[in-house]
């Protein structure tokens, strides 16, 4: 007998009406002759709407009660759904993240799963149940509620599939799949029937907002089959494996954009052994995120460093920039909001050269200047102004997605 675990997310349960759709959509799963599990997120906003009642109250919530409020929203769902199961006459239990057994570190609102123990939800589903588990929440060691970080019920799903060996995680949403490039941008963008995870990884961390990075990276490292597919239709989704050989691989599979980046130069960092331990150790202390790095070239013995954070994090970033550049006897620093990240992404990369001069052959001919450049193995990122992002992406998209 399979074992599948279906993750909905809140859009797929936003009104009682929907949440009876789900469970027509589980019950079918079970009548196949599957072992079924499903995660779900709050009711469509909720989340939202409970921080917004946060900020109503006070400017110092604490994180502790943060997490045990937002951790109210799942339980609703998974009640509701429960019931909405045993309506159509199967039998369902709902757990919250203690109850089945997820355990967290105790880094409130961005909880990392340290240990599941599904040893409850075995024994329900060894009753024939249906078990439906609330996501986004753990319990810490001490006992407290922690939550997993936005979009966390993606990493319920996988790495509760992970823990039951299950033999596939489906991710509900309200998108059909993982598309070539975001379609509200471009028109032209179509559905992937399958993807590699590293693939995922790339395009989930680049601003692809279909699942949460984190859940990638535990399907990966557990080899868990996921599909990503829509609640509102029947449609086949996307796959999401392990690639099977680099050489049959697409050079380039999509073509991410992400608005949310700031960039920061500091100028004529003195050359020696330390200084950028000094930065990005610093900037790390004060948990502020670093994305690229790019150090040139060394002349009368300055450099300069120029990196990306995300905008929310540059205010905090450029006291702590300030205060490092006079220690380290830098000359000075410049930051500038107004950028975008575009990338292409693709498995096939390693093996065909090229692919990097053909994108900045793109972008040259759209009249687009790059302020910074990073690759890795499967992908490549530019920075440019923000206000030419959405032609950058459209042109590398009908040049690269054929
Ligand atoms: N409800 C949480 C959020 O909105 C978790 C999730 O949806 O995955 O971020
Ligand atoms: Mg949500």
Known sequence: MRTIVQKFGGSSVADPSLIKNVAQRVVHTKDEGNRVVVVVSALGDTTDELLDLVHKITDHPGER?????????EQVSIAL?????????????????????????????????????????????????????????????????????????????????????????????????????????????????????????????LGALVLQPRAVEFAKNYAVPLSIRSSFNDYEGTLVGEVESVE????????????????????????????????????????INVDMIIQGWVRDDRNDIVFTVT???????????????????????????????????????????????????????EGI????ISTSEIKVSCIIQEDQSIKAVNALHAEFIK
Do not use: W
Request: net charge negative; proline share 3%; charged share 25%.
């Open 81 to 205: 759904l429960a019931m909405a199961i045993n309506k159509l006459g199967y039998s369902a239990i709902s757990f919250t993240g203690f109850q089945a057994g997820i355990y967290t570190d105790d880094a409130h609102s961005k909880a990392r799963i340290i240990k599941i123990d599904p040893q409850r939800v075995r024994q329900e589903l060894d009753q024939d149940k249906i078990v439906v588990v609330a996501g986004f929440q753990g319990i810490t060691e001490s006992g407290e509620i922690a939550t997993l970080g936005r979009g966390g019920s993606d990493t319920t799903a996988v790495a509760l599939a992970a823990a039951l060996k299950a033999d596939l995680c489906e991710i509900y949403t309200d998108v059909d799949g993982v598309y070539t490039a975001d379609p509200r941008v471009v028109p032209s963008a179509v559905k992937l029937d399958s993807i590699s995870y590293d693939e995922m990884l790339e395009l989930a961390s």
């Open 311 to 365: 905008r929310g994090d540059l205010e905090r970033a450029l006291p702590v920039v300030e205060a490092i550049v006079k220690e380290i006897g830098a000359s000075g620093f410049v930051y500038n909001d107004q950028v975008a990240k575009v990338s292409i992404v693709g498995a096939g990369m390693v093996t065909n050269p090229g692919v990097a001069a053909d994108m900045f052959k793109v972008l040259a001919r």
């Open 248 to 287: 049959n691989c697409r050079p380039v599979s999509g073509i991410a954009h992400d608005l949310n980046v700031a960039k920061i130069g500091i100028f004529d960092v003195p050359d020696c052994p330390g200084m950028a331990r000094k930065i990005f150790l610093t900037l790390a202390n004060e948990k």
């Open 65 to 73: 009660e943060i997490d045990m409020l937002l951790s109210t929203g």
């Open 369 to 372: 200047n790059i302020e910074m």
